[in-house]
């Protein structure tokens, strides 16, 4: 296992090694107007009076660069100035360009209106979430960026230490340690572009039970039950991924996508990257209807993009990670996922999508499962320094006869060091009580919280945040609960590579 270990180390420290830029003004696949000198107005020939200096005007006529080695990359240039104006343009300065040379990327509309497309297809690269998930393309995109000859390097992570606390007779309290670290590489490939991407998480850590979440279910500490009222940890390895994509049209791609682990075309995008939510450590309680497959040991996906649509399909090992959480899985690709995307605006973002789950629950050998989900995400500046980001997600689970279903609201508001958060759920739980093929309970979850970050170095936070959470039991379960409302709650600190 250490020898696993060492290389996926060795495979996030690779992706996220700041280079150095390129410092030739020459900068593959933009497409940069310069300005035209205009031939100086003619004048009367006069024998008493010496020539004045000539006026020169400017046009927009552009210059074409070489686009071979980094398509889909422009920046457009300011208006010229008015003739009589100096034409001289000043010189450029290459450090106001974000991405290049490791300088920050927050968004890609700050990059000296640098517009990157994304690694599947020529749309702006902040339409990419988790996997091959989409969100809303004036979503947040924040990490370090840099150039190493045709390779961009971006790297981004959070750590969280989190104290939680959940009261009542099945309550807990504990501390841990969570989050990502994420490392990505890319370069041009033909007409489209390579990517390799790998992502750590410190979970395994917190030991095989996780940490208390009331109403939560799903997996198993020790392969025999099931974590109940617990949020499972995810593995050492959330994923190491390849994707290569062929531009087929000025708006259209084609896309190959393969994991281990990689995450299928289902749902939408990992709770931990919804930008309604990413700054709560809590886990959704609608984990397991929504997107427990973004840990997923064996995918491979094939898509199709058109303009703001995307059409994709895959297969996959559906079989959820076991109690081993340091190690690298494998199972047969004998399952299946069809998602179909909507970008209609750069503020929404649509997906439906329909899955057959060929034995995924460990405790439940030989038993499949159709699952269903539906979901928008929303993100926009609302005023001057305030965003606001939100989500509406649907799943079902079909199994044993049953359609369960789960719901979620998210939604954050953020302006300057601040970020406020929150989320509603509802779950049809058949998991809550050792009753085989038991009823399933409705239960529901609201929580809301806050952080404040600190910039403590050029490219890292230190955030101090916490979250109140109030939950929903129905008569037949509140006696186990200790009443109707139990309650949770978390605080913590975070650093965040931004």
């Not at 009589?84 to 920050?104: E, F, I, K, N, Y």
């Not at 959940?166 to 990505?184: E, I, T």
């Not at 898509?303 to 059409?311: E, N």
């Not at 494998?330 to 057959?356: C, E, K, Y």
């Amino acid at each position: 296992m250490k020898y696993v270990l060492i290389a996926g180390v060795s495979a996030l420290a690779f992706a996220a090694l700041p280079a150095r830029a390129a410092a030739q003004m020459s900068m593959p696949g933009m497409h940069m107007p310069m300005p035209e000198k205009k031939a100086a107005p003619k004048k009367k020939a006069t024998a008493k009076k010496s020539p004045k200096a000539k006026p020169v005007g400017a046009s927009s006529q552009p210059m074409p660069m070489d686009h071979s080695h980094m398509p889909g990359m422009q920046m457009p240039i300011p208006a010229q100035p008015p003739a009589g104006a100096a034409s001289a343009m000043p010189p450029m300065d290459h450090s106001q360009m974000g991405g290049m040379g490791g300088m920050p990327m927050e968004h890609a509309g700050h990059m000296g209106h640098m517009e990157m497309t994304g690694a599947l297809g020529p749309y702006p690269m902040e339409r990419e979430s988790s996997g091959t998930a989409w969100q809303p393309d004036a979503s947040e995109h924040m990490g370090l960026m840099s150039m190493s000859g045709d390779w961009m390097l971006m790297a981004h992570g959070t750590v969280n230490l989190v104290y939680d606390h959940q009261s009542g007779p099945r309550g807990d309290d504990k501390a841990f340690v969570s989050g990502m670290l994420m490392g990505m590489a890319r370069r041009p490939l033909g007409h489209g572009t390579l990517q390799f991407k790998a992502m750590l998480s410190p979970d395994p850590l917190m030991g095989p039970r996780g940490y208390p979440l009331l109403l939560a279910s799903g997996e198993t500490a020790n392969g025999r039950d099931r974590l109940i009222d617990r949020q499972h940890p995810h593995d050492l390895f959330m994923e190491l991924s390849a994707s290569v994509s062929q531009d087929i049209g000025g708006k259209s791609s084609a896309f190959l996508y393969a994991g281990l682990p990689g995450e299928p075309a289902f749902g939408p995008p990992a709770f931990m990257h919804r930008e309604a939510i990413m700054d709560s450590p809590e886990a959704p309680i609608t984990h397991h209807w929504l997107d427990s497959t973004h840990i997923t040991f064996g995918v491979l996906t094939a898509g199709l993009v058109l303009d703001r649509v995307k059409i994709e399909a895959s297969r996959f090992n559906a079989r959820e990670p076991d109690q081993h959480r340091w190690d690298i899985e494998t199972g047969p690709l004998d399952s299946t996922a069809v998602r179909v995307s909507w970008n209609p605006t750069r503020t929404l973002s649509l997906q439906g999508s329909w899955g057959h789950f060929v034995d995924p629950e460990q405790l439940e050998p030989g038993v499949d499962q159709k699952r269903w989900s539906a979901s928008a995400l929303y993100a926009d500046d609302i005023a001057t320094g305030w965003k606001l980001a939100g989500t509406l997600a649907w799943g079902r689970k079909v199994s044993h006869g049953h359609k369960d279903d789960g719901f979620a609201a998210e939604a954050s508001l953020k302006h300057a060091d601040w970020s406020f958060f929150g989320r509603g759920e509802m779950t049809e739980n058949r998991e809550l009580t050792e009753v085989e093929d038991g009823p399933a309970y409705r239960v529901g979850k609201v929580s809301l919280g806050a952080v404040r970050d600190f910039r403590v170095a050029e490219h890292l936070s230190l955030g101090l945040g916490g979250l109140f959470a109030v939950n929903f039991v129905p008569d037949p379960l509140a006696s186990l609960y200790g009443g109707h409302n139990p309650t949770g709650a978390m605080g913590f600190v975070r650093l965040k590579l931004d």
